[in-house]
């Protein structure tokens, strides 16, 4: 079993829509929780990056980690044609390195 | 933009050749990582670096090598190439703040890799 579980998708929603994006996790010692996009051909952007459980917004994105259920999620309002990417969940447990998930390949249509 | 180079961009190379890529950053940072990602598939870390002379294997098995001589260049190296191979490689840096434990990691642009 993956660490880091995230639905392939793709995921296609029609301009304006509100996005869910989800990752589950089973290491109960990640603490540390991220958000990547990345544009075909290009590497991984840092979208949004949170500590422990709660929610933390930031523009249209709103990033919320329930550590009590292993689960993480990304909301997108309002969304764009701009924001079709690939969406990577990352998180990891103190200082050591990042373990990702495999990414939700998302499509808005305008 | 992050300040993270990778060269080449894209490579398509025959079996048994040896080639290395190239990854610099100018931001200073202490840390650099490299990752093997296939379509579709989660980024896997293979080798990553906590400074200058200092070079770790990742959770991916890996037949690469890296060195670290210069904080700012963290090249990858496949002795003899095979199709295997072919992935995208995806270098990485951050720096590590004990504050905050906050590590941003910043990525190039990948090079895409084909072994004939």
């Known amino acids: 079993q993956k660490e880091v579980e995230q639905d392939p998708g793709p995921l296609s929603v029609p301009e304006g829509a509100i996005v869910s994006l989800n990752c589950t996790y089973s290491n109960s010692a990640f603490q540390y929780f991220m958000w990547y996009r990345q544009y075909s051909r290009k590497g991984p952007e840092l979208l949004m990056y949170?500590?422990?459980?709660g929610n933390k917004e930031d523009g249209r994105f709103t990033a919320q980690v329930d550590k009590s259920s292993k689960y993480i999620s990304l909301f997108i309002r309002d969304s764009q044609p701009s924001d079709s990417a690939t969406y990577l969940c990352?998180?990891?447990?103190?200082?050591?390195?990042?373990?990702f998930g495999s990414g939700t390949r998302l499509q808005v249509q305008p | 933009e992050a300040d993270i180079y990778q060269t080449p961009r894209y490579l398509v190379i025959g079996t048994g050749k040896k080639i290395t890529l190239e990854c610099s950053q100018t931001m200073g940072h202490d840390k650099m990582y490299w990752y093997q990602q296939d379509p579709g598939m989660e980024l896997h870390l293979i080798h990553y670096?906590?400074?200058?002379?200092?070079?770790e294997k990742g959770d991916l098995s890996s037949e690469s090598t890296v060195s670290r001589i210069r904080t700012e260049h963290f090249p990858l190296t496949l002795e003899s190439a095979r199709p295997s191979h072919t992935s995208q490689y995806l270098c990485?840096?951050?720096?590590?703040?004990?504050?905050?434990?906050?590590?941003?990691?910043?990525f190039g642009p990948g090079t895409r890799l084909t072994v004939l």
């Open positions: 990485a840096s951050s720096e590590y703040t004990e504050l905050t434990s906050y590590n941003e990691q910043f």
């Open positions: 670096s906590y400074g200058v002379n200092s070079t």
């Open positions: 949170t500590y422990s459980s």
């Open positions: 990352a998180m990891r447990p103190g200082r050591r390195a990042l373990t």
